[in-house]
C-alpha cells in the first residue's frame, strides 16, 4: 500500500519568515495530495490541495509543489503569522482507493 | 461542501465496557467512509474503510471484532469500540468523500477509558 513520509517532524520559525514542508510517497497511482492544518483536538482542515496533472498551485500565502518523477512534494509557507501555528499533514490518495495516507505530521511553531 | 457529522465528541467510559461512535454525511450519500485513529502527537491511522451494505475493510493489525463497524445507510457509519480497555483511549476521526478532492472530516471523538 501507500507510504508517505514527512519531514520534518517539528520546524520552529521566526514570525516572517517561510516555513517548507516536504512529503515522499511510494505509491506511483497516487493522484491527490492534500495539505491539512489541524489544531488540537479538531478535524483537520484542508488548506491547500494539488492533482497529479499540476506541478505547482498557490493560494495567498501557501503554495504546493509535485514532482511525480521523484514522488514528492512540498508545503510552503510564506511571511509565517503565530495564527500558522499547528500541526501539518501531507496526504497521498489513489484514485482507485479513494482513501487518503497521511504523512507523520509536522509540528509549526511561529514566534513572534 | 460536504458535511460530516461526528457524535460524540467526547466519552469517559469503564474498562470493559462498549462504546458507540457515530458518523454521519449530512447533505451527501457517502458509499465508503472510513475510519482513522489518532494518538496524541502522532498522525491519523487509518482503521478501516465503511461500505455501505457489506462489510467494512480493516487495515493490517485493527482487530475487526474489537472495533465494530456497521454502514446500514448512506449516510450513516458507525464504530463500536467493543471490550475497550485503556490503551483504546484515543481520537477517533470518520470522514467521507463526495468526490476524489473533496474529504470532509467529522469532528472526531475523544475517547477515554479508564
Known amino acids: 500500500g501507500e507510504n508517505v513520509e514527512q519531514h520534518p517532524s517539528t520546524l520552529s520559525v521566526q514570525e516572517g519568515d517561510s516555513a517548507v514542508i516536504k ?19 479538531k478535524r483537520p482542515q484542508l488548506i491547500i490541495d494539488i492533482r497529479s496533472n499540476v506541478g505547482e498551485k498557490k ?3 501557501i503554495a504546493v509543489t509535485l514532482n511525480k518523477t521523484a514522488k514528492h512534494f512540498s508545503l510552503h509557507i510564506t511571511e509565517t503569522q503565530p495564527e500558522d501555528s499547528a500541526v501539518y499533514f501531507c496526504a497521498a490518495k489513489t484514485a482507485a482507493g479513494n482513501k487518503l495516507t497521511f504523512g507523520g505530521g509536522t509540528r509549526v511553531l511561529v514566534k513572534p | 461542501g460536504a458535511v460530516v457529522s461526528q457524535h460524540p465528541s467526547w466519552v469517559i467510559c469503564k474498562s470493559g465496557t462498549s462504546v458507540k461512535i457515530e458518523c454521519r454525511s449530512l447533505d451527501f ?13 502522532q498522525s491519523l491511522m487509518l482503521m478501516a474503510t465503511s461500505n455501505e451494505g457489506s462489510k ?18 448512506l449516510t450513516l457509519s458507525t464504530l463500536t469500540v467493543t471490550s475497550a480497555h485503556p490503551e483504546d483511549s484515543s481520537f477517533y476521526i470518520c470522514s467521507a468523500s463526495r468526490q476524489v478532492k473533496e474529504t470532509a472530516f467529522g469532528s472526531g471523538t475523544r475517547l477515554t477509558v479508564v
Open chain 1, 23 to 41: 512529503c515522499t510517497y511510494s505509491d506511483s497511482a497516487s493522484n491527490y495530495f492534500p495539505w491539512y492544518k489541524q489544531e488540537l483536538g
Open chain 2, 56 to 73: 467494512a475493510t480493516y487495515e493490517q493489525g485493527v482487530e475487526k471484532d474489537k472495533f465494530l463497524i456497521n454502514h446500514a445507510s
Open chain 1, 59 to 61: 493560494d495567498q500565502r
Open chain 2, 29 to 41: 450519500q457517502a458509499t465508503t467512509m472510513f475510519w482513522y485513529r489518532q494518538f496524541p502527537k
